[in-house]
C-alpha cells in the first residue's frame, strides 16, 4: 500500500462541479490501495474577492488578520472537498494546516514551514480516513498565530507533508500536464518533459517558470521527496521531478528548457567608486529594506575616472523601493546616477548537459543574434545561461533559443486557463 | 477601569460599511476607558451562502465538516471588524473560538459550552489591546474538533466570555431597541422594557421572544452576567436583564409582556389506556426520538371506556419524526390514534407579580374569550400563561392580552430589518 499526496490549485477546486470531479479522483485513488492525504487551495477567486474585502474596510489591513482572513479560503475549499468524498461513500476529514501539524516561522504572509508534526492526520488514515489539508497556511512556532506561506504556498505545503509522512509521491495537480520545454503558450510546439532533476526544476523555477515554485521544489530536493506535477483535467500522466544531475548519465538530453520571466526590473548605479566593499555598500542597502535581488553585472572599471558602474535586476514589485533606498543612501556612496528600467525581460536556457558541452553559450548567443535580440545582461550558472533583454523582444528569444537546441515536438501541447495559488 | 464584553450579530456586521460603523463603537468604548472583548457573528448572508455550498457537493454533509465550513464564516467577519479597528488607530486582535478558548461538547451542530479557558485574551487585553471572538464556535474537550453552538450561539458565546473574564457587563447588538412588552410589529404601542429579571427574560424567550435565545440567559442567569440588549444602529440605552424576581419589590409592575410563538405543532394521541405509566412510555417514545417536547395536558378519563386523551406540542421541524415514532409504537402503547395539528399558535404573558395576583388567570381569559379567540390548551407556570390557540388568531390574541394588561406606550417602537444568528 502506498501513501500518496495530492496538492489542487484553486482552479481545480473553483466550483461545486469541479470540487465533486477531484472527489472522485481522490476516491479513485483510495480504492486502489493507497492511503490518501489532499492539500487543497482556496476555491478560485476566493483569495481575491476576500482581500477586496478587507481594502475596503481599511487601506493597510495588519498582516496578521489579512492571514486570518484569507486562510478562511482553505477552511471552505476543504470541508467542502471533503463533504463530496464523503457523499461518494469514502470518509474524509479535514484539518486546518494548524492542525495538520504544519509549524512556521511568524513572519504573517510570508511564513516558511520550519516542522510538521503529523501525528492527527497520520492516526486520521490509520483509522482509513481521506486526510484533507488546508494549503497555504500553518501556525507559527513561537506565539501561536495563524500564518500564510505566501505564494506557491499550497505547494510547498503538500511537499512538506509529503515528507513529514515519508509518502511514496507527491502528485501537484495544475492547469497544464506537466513540465515543458517553453512556455507553450509561446511555443506552439514545446514538449512535455516526462523527468526532470531537482536541480534543472529549481532554475527553471527561479528563471520564471510558472508551474512550481522555487521553496517547494527546494523543500523536495531537500527531503528527497519524488513530485508528479500533471493535469487535474486529465489523466495523462505528467512530468516527475526527482533525482540529481549528479546522477544522470552522460548521455542524456543536454539541454531541458528554456524559462522566460517578465517581473523583473533593472536597475543601473553609475560612476561608482570603484574600490573595495562599495559594491557591498549598494547591497546592503537594498538588503536593509528586505528586497531580493537577482542577477548581477559589475563592468570594468575605466581607468580615467576610476568609477564603474553596477547592475542589477529586482522583482519589478520592489523596484520603486529599491530606488529610494539608493537615493537616500547617494552621499554615503557617492555614486552619480540611479537608473531604472522596467522594460526588461530574462529568457534563461537550463539544462544539465551543458556542463560539458562548451559550445552551448556559443549556439546560444548565435540563436538570439540571428533572432535580432539584443542582449544587456549575461549571467550563467553550471546549468544555465540567462539573459537580460528588451521585454519587447522576450518571446522571440524564447522561440529561438527553442529552435536552436531543438526542444520541440510535433504533438500539440494543451493549454487550460485559470492558475491556482 | 470597566470590562465590556459586546455582541454583534450578523446584521450588525452585514457590509463593509457596517462594520467600519460597529470599529467606530468599538474604539469609542475602548478610547473611554474599558477593556473590550467583542463577539461577532457572520457578515449577513454569509451561512446561508456557505449551506448553499454544502448543498451543492453533498445532500447529506457530515456534522463535522459542516461545522468547518460554517465557522470561516466568524473567522471572515471577525478578521475584517480587527482589521476596521486596527485602521482607526486602535490595536485589535481577532481569536477564533477555539483560541479563545472556548471549550465545548463534541456535538457537532449543536455543542454546548462546557468551560472558557481565556488566557489567551486576557494576556492580549492586558497588552492594550482590543479583543475580537469568533462567536457561535468553540473546540471539543475531548476530541478537540471544531464545533459550532447551534442558534443563538454568539449571544451565548458573549455571555460566557463576560462570565469567565468576570466582565462588569455583556452588551447584545441587535436590530431591535430592545426587548419590548410585546413584538412591536404585532403591537405598534409596545413598550421597551428598562429592565428585566432573568427569570422573565427566560419565560419570555421560551415562549417565543426572538431577542435573546435561552440558553444564552440561562447561562447569564447562572453565573449572574448582567446583560444589555441594545440596538447597534442608536445610541439609546436598550434593555439591562439582571437580578431575580426574589429581589423585586412587590409593588413593581406586576405584567412584563406578551410572548407569542408559531414555531410550534400540536399532536394528540387519543383513546390511551388510562393507567400508570403511559404517558410516560408516550413521552419516552419522543425522547427517544431525541425531540423536547413543550406544553403537555391529560384530560381527565371517560370512565365508561377507561381511556384518555394525551396532548403535547412540539416543534413545527420535529413533527413528522415524532408522529412516525408513535406510530410505530402503536402496538405496544395500545391508542387509538395519533392527530397532527400545524396550524396552532402560543401566547403567553409574562410577569413576576402574578404570584400575588390571583386576578390574572381570570382577566387573561376574559380577554381573549372577548376578542373571539379559543382557547385549546392553557399551561401556567410560577410566572407565566400560556395557551395554544388557532395561528389565525394568535395575532389577535397578543393585542387583546397587551391591551388587557395596560402594558402599551404612546412612543411608538422602531423596528429594523433583518437577523442576526
Same mark, same amino acid.
Request: charged share 25%.
Given at each position: 500500500m502506498a501513501l500518496v499526496v495530492q496538492k489542487y490549485g484553486g482552479s481545480s477546486v473553483g466550483s461545486a462541479e469541479r470540487i465533486k470531479r477531484v472527489a472522485e479522483r481522490i476516491v479513485a485513488t483510495k480504492k486502489a490501495g493507497n492511503d490518501v492525504v489532499v492539500v487543497v487551495s482556496a476555491m478560485g477567486d476566493t483569495t481575491d474577492e476576500l482581500l477586496d474585502l478587507a481594502r475596503q474596510v481599511s487601506p493597510v489591513p495588519p498582516a496578521r488578520e489579512l492571514d486570518m482572513l484569507l486562510t478562511s479560503g482553505e477552511r471552505i475549499s476543504m470541508s467542502l472537498l471533503a463533504m463530496a468524498i464523503n457523499s461518494l461513500g469514502a470518509e474524509a476529514r479535514s484539518y486546518t494546516g494548524s492542525q495538520a501539524g504544519v509549524i512556521t516561522t511568524? &513572519? $504573517?504572509? =510570508?511564513a516558511r514551514i520550519?516542522? +510538521?508534526?503529523p501525528s492527527r492526520i497520520q492516526d486520521a488514515m490509520s483509522e482509513g480516513a481521506i486526510v484533507i489539508v488546508a494549503g497555504f497556511q500553518g501556525v507559527s512556532q513561537d506565539s501561536k498565530e495563524i500564518t500564510t506561506l505566501g505564494r506557491g504556498g499550497s505547494d510547498t505545503t503538500a511537499v512538506a507533508l509529503a515528507a513529514a509522512t515519508k509518502a511514496d509521491v507527491c502528485e501537484i495537480y495544475t492547469d497544464v500536464d506537466g513540465v515543458y520545454t517553453a512556455d507553450p503558450r509561446i511555443v506552439p510546439n514545446a514538449k512535455k518533459l516526462d523527468t526532470i532533476t531537482y536541480e534543472e526544476m529549481l532554475e527553471m523555477a527561479a528563471c520564471g &517558470? =510558472?508551474?512550481?515554485m522555487l521553496r517547494c521544489v527546494e523543500y523536495a530536493r531537500r527531503y528527497n521527496v519524488p513530485v508528479h506535477v500533471r493535469s487535474s483535467f486529465s489523466n495523462k500522466t505528467g512530468t516527475i521531478v526527482s533525482g540529481? +544531475?549528479? @546522477?544522470? *548519465?552522460?548521455?542524456? &538530453?543536454?539541454i531541458t528548457g528554456v524559462a522566460h520571466d517578465r517581473s523583473e526590473a533593472k536597475i543601473t548605479v553609475t &560612476? +561608482? *567608486? @570603484? $574600490? *573595495?566593499?562599495i559594491a557591498a555598500k549598494i547591497f546592503r542597502v537594498v538588503a536593509q529594506s528586505e528586497l531580493d535581488i537577482d542577477m548581477v553585472v559589475q563592468n570594468v572599471s575605466q581607468a580615467a575616472s576610476g568609477r564603474t558602474d553596477i547592475t542589477f535586476t529586482l522583482a519589478k514589485v520592489d523596484g520603486p523601493r529599491a530606488v529610494a533606498a539608493l537615493e537616500k543612501s547617494r552621499g554615503e556612496i557617492g555614486f552619480d546616477q540611479v537608473l531604472y528600467d522596467e522594460h526588461v525581460g530574462k529568457v534563461s536556457l537550463i539544462g544539465a548537459g551543458m556542463r560539458s558541452h562548451p559550445g552551448v553559450t556559443a549556439t546560444f548567443c548565435e540563436a538570439l543574434a540571428t533572432a535580432g535580440v539584443n542582449i544587456d545582461i549575461i549571467s550563467t550558472s553550471e546549468i544555465r545561461i540567462s539573459v537580460i533583454c528588451r521585454d519587447t523582444q522576450l518571446d522571440d528569444a524564447v522561440r529561438a533559443l527553442h529552435d536552436a537546441f531543438d526542444l520541440g515536438t510535433d504533438e500539440e501541447a494543451v493549454v487550460y486557463a485559470g492558475t491556482g495559488r
Amino acid at each position: 500500500m502506498a501513501l500518496v499526496v495530492q496538492k489542487y490549485g484553486g482552479s481545480s477546486v473553483g466550483s461545486a462541479e469541479r470540487i465533486k470531479r477531484v472527489a472522485e479522483r481522490i476516491v479513485a485513488t483510495k480504492k486502489a490501495g493507497n492511503d490518501v492525504v489532499v492539500v487543497v487551495s482556496a476555491m478560485g477567486d476566493t483569495t481575491d474577492e476576500l482581500l477586496d474585502l478587507a481594502r475596503q474596510v481599511s487601506p493597510v489591513p495588519p498582516a496578521r488578520e489579512l492571514d486570518m482572513l484569507l486562510t478562511s479560503g482553505e477552511r471552505i475549499s476543504m470541508s467542502l472537498l471533503a463533504m463530496a468524498i464523503n457523499s461518494l461513500g469514502a470518509e474524509a476529514r479535514s484539518y486546518t494546516g494548524s492542525q495538520a501539524g504544519v509549524i512556521t516561522t511568524s &513572519a $504573517h504572509g =510570508k511564513a516558511r514551514i520550519i516542522d +510538521v508534526t503529523p501525528s492527527r492526520i497520520q492516526d486520521a488514515m490509520s483509522e482509513g480516513a481521506i486526510v484533507i489539508v488546508a494549503g497555504f497556511q500553518g501556525v507559527s512556532q513561537d506565539s501561536k498565530e495563524i500564518t500564510t506561506l505566501g505564494r506557491g504556498g499550497s505547494d510547498t505545503t503538500a511537499v512538506a507533508l509529503a515528507a513529514a509522512t515519508k509518502a511514496d509521491v507527491c502528485e501537484i495537480y495544475t492547469d497544464v500536464d506537466g513540465v515543458y520545454t517553453a512556455d507553450p503558450r509561446i511555443v506552439p510546439n514545446a514538449k512535455k518533459l516526462d523527468t526532470i532533476t531537482y536541480e534543472e526544476m529549481l532554475e527553471m523555477a527561479a528563471c520564471g &517558470a =510558472k508551474v512550481l515554485m522555487l521553496r517547494c521544489v527546494e523543500y523536495a530536493r531537500r527531503y528527497n521527496v519524488p513530485v508528479h506535477v500533471r493535469s487535474s483535467f486529465s489523466n495523462k500522466t505528467g512530468t516527475i521531478v526527482s533525482g540529481s +544531475v549528479e @546522477d544522470l *548519465p552522460v548521455e542524456q &538530453a543536454m539541454i531541458t528548457g528554456v524559462a522566460h520571466d517578465r517581473s523583473e526590473a533593472k536597475i543601473t548605479v553609475t &560612476a +561608482v *567608486p @570603484d $574600490h *573595495p566593499g562599495i559594491a557591498a555598500k549598494i547591497f546592503r542597502v537594498v538588503a536593509q529594506s528586505e528586497l531580493d535581488i537577482d542577477m548581477v553585472v559589475q563592468n570594468v572599471s575605466q581607468a580615467a575616472s576610476g568609477r564603474t558602474d553596477i547592475t542589477f535586476t529586482l522583482a519589478k514589485v520592489d523596484g520603486p523601493r529599491a530606488v529610494a533606498a539608493l537615493e537616500k543612501s547617494r552621499g554615503e556612496i557617492g555614486f552619480d546616477q540611479v537608473l531604472y528600467d522596467e522594460h526588461v525581460g530574462k529568457v534563461s536556457l537550463i539544462g544539465a548537459g551543458m556542463r560539458s558541452h562548451p559550445g552551448v553559450t556559443a549556439t546560444f548567443c548565435e540563436a538570439l543574434a540571428t533572432a535580432g535580440v539584443n542582449i544587456d545582461i549575461i549571467s550563467t550558472s553550471e546549468i544555465r545561461i540567462s539573459v537580460i533583454c528588451r521585454d519587447t523582444q522576450l518571446d522571440d528569444a524564447v522561440r529561438a533559443l527553442h529552435d536552436a537546441f531543438d526542444l520541440g515536438t510535433d504533438e500539440e501541447a494543451v493549454v487550460y486557463a485559470g492558475t491556482g495559488r
